[in-house]
């Protein structure tokens, strides 16, 4: 996963990667944004995943569902959305939510992801309370209004932030702990 084109050139697009459960909040997803879509029809929400769930999202106006997708795939559909977003109820860590700032897309993220206190701020996020269809909906509708700059700002920060986490940052802390230990 690298960082993609300019966000503000990308598609009016949010994008969710994940299982089709309630846990992953798609449901509330697919409800916060059909009330977006009815004010902003130019905007999309593409699902990317599979599950129980996944039968009640097909045909939701806007909504754009497809399986699993392999790596290589998913790394072009990061590129062309502007917002990834998960709205998990329950999320220790969320991958996805590192290779969608490796992306460089802006993250739009329940308070219940783990991985927002690592990858998310001001700048390149917006944190809602998870489980809430209405904080979800406004959120959608504050970071669809943001100009060119705030787009480019929050690419760069979800890529600056992404890129200090990784198998070499990993290695290297352990290496540390290992060696503070031995001293």
Not at 42 to 57: T, V
Not at 105 to 117: D, I
Request: hydrophobic share 45%; with cysteine; net charge positive.
């Amino acid at each position: 996963f690298r960082r993609g084109p300019l966000l503000a050139t990308r598609a009016k697009e949010f994008l969710f990667v994940g299982q089709f459960v309630k846990r992953k909040g798609v449901d509330i997803l697919c409800r916060a944004f059909c009330r977006l879509r009815e004010k902003h029809p130019d905007w999309m929400l593409r699902l990317c995943g599979s599950g129980p769930l996944r039968a009640q999202f097909i045909g939701l106006p806007g909504v754009i569902v497809e399986g699993f997708v392999q790596p290589e795939q998913l790394s072009s559909l990061y590129h062309k959305a502007r917002f990834f977003v998960l709205p998990s109820l329950q999320e220790n860590w969320g991958l996805v939510v590192h290779e969608a700032a490796l992306s460089g897309c802006a993250l739009l993220l329940s308070n219940a992801v783990g991985s927002r206190q690592d990858l998310a701020t001001s700048m390149n996020a917006l944190v809602y309370s998870a489980g809430s269809e209405t904080a979800l909906y406004q959120a959608m509708e504050e970071v669809i209004a943001w100009e060119d700059f705030r787009y480019q700002e929050a690419q760069n920060v979800s890529y600056e932030r992404a890129t200090q986490f990784g198998p070499a940052r990993f290695v290297s802390t352990l290496c540390d702990l290992i060696n503070a230990e031995r001293q």
